[in-house]
């Protein structure tokens, strides 16, 4: 019972260049927004021991933020680029759900927007009947069911209703 407080006592606290090296670490994972390190940063400064005050924690922050972007560890146009194509590529996810997720990540519409105009609507648009191709089956009976899956795929109206069309006549 006592072990978990003898340990924490024992450890040695880390200097905050530690935080900085950590942080490296995790944006070389894959590509991270700015909002997203901004907000992983100011998690593991409030974990540190002993705890700094709150303005020299900011200060940290922005400071540490500022080296992560010149360094180029921290990119939100490359975050909004990779995004697309890997959802698009892997996921087969429409351009609104793409977008959403990008939004979620707090990447700026002027990156967001560029990174969908490198696929063009033909490029979506054969996501799209790919999709629509594997639930050709369910189509005669379920067709409601398949429209709302790729709906909630990310695709738009349209896209959706002609890759269905296709689909039927084979």
Do not use: N
């Not at 002027?110 to 063009?120: E, K, N």
Request: aromatic content about 6%.
């Amino acid at each position: 019972m006592h072990l978990p407080c003898v340990e924490s006592e024992l450890k040695e606290p880390k200097p905050p260049a530690a935080v900085l090296e950590r942080m490296r670490a995790w944006c070389g994972m894959r590509d991270r927004s700015e909002r997203e390190a901004e907000e992983k940063l100011r998690g593991l400064l409030a974990k540190m021991e002993p705890l700094p005050a709150a303005p020299l924690r900011a200060q940290w922050a922005c400071d540490w933020m500022d080296v992560l972007v010149e360094e180029g560890s921290l990119d939100d146009a490359r975050c909004a680029d990779s995004y697309v194509r890997v959802h698009l590529e892997h996921k087969s996810w429409g351009p609104l759900k793409i977008k959403a997720g990008l939004f979620a990540r707090g990447v700026a519409r002027i990156h967001i927007d560029r990174a969908l105009a490198q696929f063009d609507e033909d490029r979506w648009q054969r996501e799209a009947d790919a999709l629509a191709v594997r639930r050709v089956d369910e189509l005669a009976t379920r067709r409601p069911r398949v429209v709302r899956w790729l709906l909630g795929r990310g695709f738009p109206q349209h896209m959706v209703l002609h890759a269905l069309d296709r689909a039927e006549q084979g």
